[in-house]
Nanobody, 124 residues
Framework: EVQLVESGGGLVQAGGSLRLSCAAS????????IGWFRQAPGKEREGVAC????????YYADSVKGRFTISSDNAKNTVYLQMNSLKPEDTAVYYC?????????????????WGEGTLVTVSS
């Protein structure tokens, strides 16, 4: 059974950094697209960054380009999101998601499995 466990969220001041981790189990890591998504209060869930473990291709939302970096450690079945220069508008619950039918996706509608989420709060 696919399981995803996020960690690393917390409270940080604007301009600070956080590193999120998503520990995955129950599937062949290299076969699926894995991404980070977020949902802010009153807003729809949106894609932040994704990676194809098969070839390492990465994709980012325009709002986080240059600030966030997604990476993976295939040996550990873990995906990371390094978040730098955080802004108050980055405040959201961040979710790890796995899509089985595409190599990479930024659409939450394509996600088949979700973690429980980890809260990131950026204070001004």
């Amino acid at each position: 059974e696919v399981q995803l466990v996020e960690s690393g969220g917390g409270l940080v001041q604007a301009g600070g950094s956080l590193r999120l981790s998503c520990a995955a189990s129950g599937f062949t890591f290299d076969d699926y697209a894995i991404g980070w998504f977020r949902q802010a209060p009153g807003k729809e869930r949106e894609g932040v960054a994704c990676i194809s473990s098969s070839d390492g291709s990465t994709y980012y939302a325009d709002s986080v380009k240059g600030r966030f970096t997604i990476s993976s450690d295939n040996a550990k079945n873990t995906v990371y999101l390094q978040m730098n220069s955080l802004k108050p508008e980055d405040t959201a619950v961040y979710y790890c998601g796995v899509a089985t039918d595409v190599l990479a996706t930024m659409s939450p509608r394509s996600v088949d499995y979700w973690g429980e989420g980890t809260l990131v709060t950026v204070s001004s």
